[in-house]
């Protein structure tokens, strides 16, 4: 089968590999309908940081359909559609007993520390899977795993509601989560994007008001208000600096954006103006959540999506969405 292979930094191929073998005791067999590329893949070719096994066949957003199950498999049958959860977690430690699996003590993601979504087929075990409503396609499907990366981030802002909440970055988890505030209580978003091209389409697609990356034109578009609740999705140290000078004393702001290097931080005036700086990973119950909402927001999310291509074409969109370059927030592959 066609499958993704990554071999180490900056080395990845699309190659043709023996279909995965016989479905161990609780796995599945999945035939891989729809999957989306991640920040976090581009990060991973070009660091390897994450990556725990190799080679991989990475990809860990994906919607797929069950084919053979494996022994002692209760509640999924062939032909259910699924999705996958991206954690994989030891399931044994401290936080994951408390339900906190996303800070599991050895965690690991799919794709990562074993093989994921960029092939025709994937093995998993049944604790990863989540069933998917008939009523939503299978690339809206595959968007419940940034989609619960979002709720999550909402989940630990934790805004007022109807507070006004400033977003930095329209990328997929920061223009998901745009599109959440939008559509579920209609509360003003303000959206720092520098591609005006996304941010004119968030605009339409979700009635957000693109700002300026400054903390005077900020305080302009909201009337000389100051944000209380903001979301940092770039992971760049400038725009950093200015969601701090931004935001409201007492204030907010959840981080999402990972960031390559070290990030210098204003710490007097976190201090002083008593500033919250909220950490968001992955997510703990948030993706089982998402998939309760695709279907109400299937319009706005298929305004946001390109593809499906080929998986043919998959190194062209890594290299796509590095650059950022896309308009759309997420090209989905369909192998
Ligand atoms: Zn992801
Ligand atoms: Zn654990």
């Known amino acids: 089968m066609k499958a993704l292979?990554?071999?180490?930094?900056?080395?990845?191929?699309?190659?043709?590999?023996?279909?995965?073998?016989?479905?161990?005791?609780?796995?599945?067999?999945?035939k891989v309908l729809a999957a989306g590329v991640c920040g976090s893949d581009i990060h991973n070719l070009k660091t390897g940081q994450w990556i725990s096994k190799i080679p991989v066949t990475p990809g860990h957003e994906f919607c797929a359909r069950i084919t053979e199950i494996g022994?002692?498999?209760?509640?999924?049958?062939?032909?259910?559609?699924v999705v996958v959860d991206s954690r994989a977690n030891c399931g044994a430690c401290d936080y994951c007993f408390s339900g906190a699996g996303n800070l599991c003590r050895k965690m690991g993601f799919v794709g990562e520390?074993?093989?994921?979504?960029f092939a025709e087929?994937?093995?998993?075990?049944?604790?990863?899977?989540l069933a998917v409503p008939d009523s939503v396609t299978d690339e809206i499907a595959a968007l419940s795993e940034?989609?619960?990366?979002?709720?999550?981030?909402?989940?630990?802002?934790?805004?007022?509601?109807?507070a006004p909440v400033l977003i930095a970055g329209g990328g997929p988890i920061g223009g998901l989560a745009?599109?959440?505030?939008?559509e579920l209580d209609r509360r003003p978003v303000y959206l720092i994007e520098r591609n005006a091209?996304?941010?004119?389409?968030?605009?339409?697609?979700?009635?957000?008001?693109?700002?300026?990356?400054?903390?005077?034109?900020?305080?302009?578009?909201?009337g000389g208000k100051e944000p209380l609740f903001c979301i940092e999705a770039t992971g760049n140290a400038r725009v950093m600096e200015q969601l701090i000078k931004s935001v409201g004393s007492g204030g907010r702001i959840a981080l999402v954006g990972l960031t390559s290097g070290q990030m210098p931080l204003s710490t007097n005036e976190i201090v002083e103006r008593e500033i919250e700086l909220v950490g968001c990973s992955v997510f703990q119950d948030e993706q089982r959540k998402a998939i309760q909402l695709l279907e109400r927001l299937s319009p706005a999310l298929h305004q946001v999506i390109a593809g499906p291509v080929s998986l043919d074409q998959i190194l062209e969109i890594y290299q796509e969405s590095d650059r950022g370059a896309n308009v759309k927030l997420k090209t989905i592959i369909r192998p």
Not at 71 to 81: E, K, N, Q, W
């Open 5 to 30: 292979r990554f071999y180490g930094m900056g080395d990845i191929k699309l190659e043709d590999i023996p279909l995965p073998g016989h479905v161990p005791d609780g796995y599945v067999r999945l």
């Open 71 to 81: 022994p002692s498999v209760v509640g999924f049958s062939v032909g259910d559609r």
């Open 113 to 117: 520390a074993c093989d994921g979504g």
């Open 121 to 129: 087929q994937s093995l998993q075990p049944i604790h990863r899977l």
């Open 146 to 162: 940034p989609l619960g990366v979002s709720l999550r981030v909402l989940t630990r802002l934790s805004a007022s509601p109807d």
């Open 178 to 182: 745009a599109i959440l505030l939008r």
């Open 197 to 222: 091209a996304r941010a004119r389409l968030l605009e339409d697609v979700c009635g957000v008001i693109p700002v300026a990356c400054d903390s005077d034109a900020i305080r302009a578009a909201m």
